[in-house]
């Protein structure tokens, strides 16, 4: 049984460092907004039949 309860800590442990580095870079981690322009070809409107 003390084999198990060490196993749960450990993964317990993994699953708080994962969420607290997910946590981090939510509330951090702030992207500077771009203006993208994405040129579509105008054959791309039109259906092929």
Not at 7 to 31: E, R, S, T
Not at 36 to 46: E, G, N
């Amino acid at each position: 049984m003390p084999s198990l309860l060490r196993f749960l800590a450990v993964i317990a442990l993994l699953c708080a460092a994962v969420y607290g580095g997910l946590y981090a870079l939510a509330h951090f981690v702030h992207p500077t907004p771009r203006e993208i322009t994405v040129l579509i070809p105008p054959d791309k409107f039109f259906k092929n039949r």
